[in-house]
């Protein structure tokens, strides 16, 4: 992938985190080309640069935040290779080695590789929006808020904003907590196995949607929205035509990007799978190690 795509991924990213922050305290701007000057350009640039640096770090915040969903989706793949093969033909311990199978893809010097950096982008875009779509429509309700009544709804806004970065934060850390629980730990049996566990399709039965911390986190977003079009509902009646489509569409576009990253990494993986099959993958048995898009 060129330096250049990669780039404009992580601003993409930066300016969806920077929205969420931002949005509510937006004002109408009023363009006027005399004010392009050089003390402009340079706040253009500082801001494009601090999306670039956030988009950074909360593309990683992201892939950790739904690690346990796509580990679940790589068992279930795993799962289905496994099943299909026949006992005979099945020598490996891992019958999806992601790890490597990546690398010998990188080691290419074809389409292979190109197709392959094409899915991951799509996956860090689609992944990213399903994370973060939810709190930017919480801030674009807020914004309804603070247009209708500022006064009111000033420091519910700020109230809102920073529940919302507990509510990630407390998410985040209870993937970290599962990810590195130790034996004796209460999270121990929240655990997923990896690909090359020789009984990971009955221990990825520890996976619950419903106990998931993305999806808690989730459904605490969707009554903080209904709240919110509630509290400006009785201030401006008026204002729930406005406020009840910026949650369908929000949630909408949420659900889409969720769905749209979940097929989008298996198409991944059977990309990884089809290359090995036709044999441009030449691997030795190995134990294998999974990895993060």
Partial sequence: MKTTEIFAEQIIIGFLILGIIVLPFLTCIKWNQSQINLENIGKGILIITLAYLLGIIFDRFADTLLSRHEQYNRLNFAKDLKEKLHEKQ???????????????????????????????????????????????????????????NSGYFLNLTRITLGFIAIVYTFAFLIVIWISNSKKGSKFVNWKLPKTWDSDFELKKKNFKWGREPMTIALIIFSLIGILLIILIRIKVPKSILTTIPILVIGSGLSALSAWSWWRITGTFMQLLNNCQKAGLIKEKQSTGQNSCV
Avoid: C, H, N
């Fill in 90 to 148: 099945f020598t490996q311990k891992d019958p999806f080695p992601e790890e490597i199978w990546r690398m010998k893809i990188l080691s290419r010097k074809d389409g292979t590789t190109d197709f392959m950096e094409y899915l991951r982008s799509r996956i860090r875009l689609s992944r990213s929006l399903a994370v973060f779509l939810p709190a930017l429509t919480i801030s674009g309700i807020l914004k309804i808020g603070l247009d209708t």
